[in-house]
């Protein structure tokens, strides 16, 4: 096939979308239009990507990363001028120029494949992708010789009635030899109602030329599909989500109500786990096996194990060991380890803690930046006090160690191995192992006081009303 390089356009505003982000970096299942497409391009194989950037070239460059090449079209003067853009860093490349855009996020690496591959096969000068709709309107139709040969493209408002009638439309996606692509471009005239290069003229200008010039129909038209606006964004992120959620059902994963379930694209589940309604897998979580997740729970980058029970909660960015269970209503937050056979219970906040294998934290409580150990048990309503004002301090709870129920742990502070810590106590300084830490006042009732409290209130209001 030889080299082949893939020319991502993503220049535009995208204006229909009304925001002032980059359309092409709007998310679709967890990842930008334009990570999708560069993902496709990139599981290809091809010798060099670049994508042309324009507005908002920065923070486009930022999230597409340095895994592809970057050419800036400072003006936005039409597809054909994008392309051009590209001639410098393609002076000395010598192959097959695949052209495609940054916002047609469920375009496959498989139709991308049967592009080229035809396109070598028939030794075409330029080769389009063009798909079968039902309703074609508002789309250039594809004319073809009858040998099949294209013969050109003609946009709807100056098709005949017989040329309207084609079904068969430009998707936009293009595979050239790059012998015939830049002379081609250097021909393309701006004589238009929006004074553009357009791509489109290098079909005609190649046919007018005696160059042979094809086009192969993808096999599912939804591929080719753009984006330009929030509801078309709506709608494809609908399908794409459709289509996740059919190969994780066909990978032994069982979701009780598929419809409510939502799982981004570069989510991983293991067989046998079962989701309820309302889950959300974000953000590159890997779910292993015999998991129950849900109902009502967001996972969001975090790593978890086989055998969990994660339920009613959020967890970012941590780590959920095998058998462990969370929630319900908990809240894990970034750098969290939660070990082996732990539980983090009902309305718990844990942040940047490691959970030690078995232990408890059953309640009521907050957790924050903690080192807990094995087998340890923290009391409803025990809160780690990390923070003076300034600086954030770590609590150490050893293994084996009981913490009662409504005790503060001012941070820094250690209770070491197999230590308890007495209910209501508000420790300051280090509990030695085997110890029992107590820090409470005495209690004393002083008799009488409520009575005596109240009738003083009561002439205080008799006072206030003779006033």
Not at 39 to 50: E, I, K, Q, S, W
Not at 77 to 82: I, M, P, S, Y
Request: glycine letters at 10%; one cysteine or more.
């Amino acid at each position: 096939m030889g080299k082949i390089a893939a020319v991502i356009l993503a220049a535009g505003k995208g204006t229909r979308m009304k925001s002032e982000q980059p359309k092409v970096l709007h998310n679709v299942c967890g990842k930008t239009m334009l990570g999708h497409v560069c993902d496709a391009v990139g599981r290809l194989g091809v010798d060099r990507t670049l994508v042309v950037v324009g507005y908002q070239a920065e923070k486009v460059k930022a999230a597409a990363g340095d895994a592809v090449e970057y050419v800036l079209q400072s003006e936005q003067l039409g597809t054909g001028h994008a392309v051009l853009q590209t001639e410098t860093a393609l002076q000395d490349f010598a192959g097959q120029v695949l052209v495609l855009y940054g916002d047609t996020p469920l375009l496959t690496p498989a139709t991308l494949q049967r592009l080229l591959t035809y396109h070598t096969a028939q030794g075409n000068a330029a080769t389009i992708l063009t798909a079968e709709l039902s309703d074609p309107t508002g789309y250039g139709r594809i004319i073809r010789h009858p040998d099949g040969a294209v013969a050109g493209i003609v946009e709807q408002k100056d098709a005949t009635p017989a040329e309207a009638a084609v079904r068969e439309i430009n998707t936009g996606i293009y595979c050239f030899d790059s012998r015939e692509l830049f002379p081609a471009l250097h021909a393309v005239r701006t004589d238009n109602r929006q004074q553009e290069y357009y791509l489109t003229d290098c079909i005609s200008i190649l046919v007018g030329k005696g160059r042979r010039v094809d086009a192969i129909a993808a096999e599912n038209p939804q591929e080719t599909l753009g984006i330009n606006s929030r509801r078309q964004l709506a709608e494809l992120e609908a399908e794409l989500r459709r289509q996740i959620r059919e190969h994780w059902l066909s990978e032994g994963v069982t979701m009780l109500d598929p419809a409510t379930t939502y799982i981004d694209a570069d989510v991983s589940i293991g067989a046998d786990t079962v989701l309820y309604p309302f889950t959300l897998l974000e953000g590159g979580t890997v779910i292993g096996t015999d998991c129950v997740i849900g109902p009502q729970t967001r996972i969001s980058k975090t790593q978890v194990g086989c055998g969990v029970r994660i339920e009613n909660s959020v967890v970012v960015d941590s780590t959920v060991r095998d058998a462990a269970t969370v929630g319900p209503f908990a809240y894990i937050r970034p750098g969290t380890v939660v070990e082996s056979g732990a539980k983090v219970g009902t309305f718990v906040e844990v942040k940047k803690s490691h959970i030690g294998q078995g232990s408890k934290v059953p309640h009521l409580s907050y957790v924050g930046d903690g080192s807990i150990g094995k087998g340890v048990n923290i009391g409803a309503g025990t809160i780690f006090v990390n923070y003076d004002s300034r600086e954030k301090h770590q609590t150490v709870v050893e293994d084996d160690a009981f913490v009662g129920c409504n005790a503060n742990l001012i941070a820094p502070v250690t209770v070491r191995r197999g230590s308890y810590v007495a209910a209501g106590s508000t420790i300051t300084k280090e509990v030695p192992e085997d110890s029992l830490g107590i820090a409470r006042s005495r209690q004393e009732n002083i008799l009488g006081w409520a009575k005596r409290k109240w009738k003083k209130a009561e002439k205080t209001e008799r006072e206030k009303a003779r006033e």
